[in-house]
């Protein structure tokens, strides 16, 4: 998942609509398979596997915005995305999550460096 979304954010092109197909199909399994209709992973509480995959669903929305690519769409995802809303809301990570506006800056200027990069390279 972490190399889907670094495709998705560092790509462009037939590049990053593959990484889009991939990144949908994995989050499909994610949804499917591993949240199903729980509140959370681990059921109606918090666990380590919301903690694991916490801090990419924060990630996906700053990505989203800098690559101008939303993949976990709430009508595509609607389960991920009522997951991401409970997960953020909980008081101990919506303490912990870092600025956004300074995320977003920092992946922006990363991107334009990724991508000036990749550019030297065709």
């Known amino acids: 998942m972490v190399a889907t979304i670094c495709s998705v954010f560092g790509t462009a092109g037939a590049?990053?609509?593959k990484a889009i197909e991939?990144?949908?199909?994995?989050?499909?399994?994610?949804?499917?398979?591993?949240?199903?209709?729980?509140?959370?992973?681990?059921?109606?509480?918090i666990g380590l596997v919301d903690?694991?995959?916490?801090w990419l669903a924060?990630?996906?929305e700053v990505v989203a915005e800098v690559s101008a690519v939303k993949v976990l769409d709430a009508?595509?995802?609607?389960?991920?995305?009522?997951?991401i809303q409970n997960f953020k809301e909980v008081p101990v990570i919506k303490e912990?999550?870092?600025?956004?506006?300074?995320?977003?800056?920092?992946?922006k200027r990363r991107r334009e460096i990724h991508l000036a990069l990749s550019n030297c390279h065709d």
């Open 15 to 17: 590049e990053q609509e």
């Open 51 to 54: 903690i694991a995959f916490g």
């Open 96 to 107: 912990s999550l870092p600025n956004h506006q300074k995320l977003l800056e920092h992946l």
């Open 58 to 60: 924060y990630l996906f």
């Open 22 to 45: 991939e990144a949908t199909e994995q989050l499909k399994i994610i949804e499917e398979k591993g949240l199903g209709d729980k509140k959370f992973f681990g059921g109606g509480g």
């Open 75 to 83: 009508d595509a995802f609607p389960r991920l995305h009522a997951w």
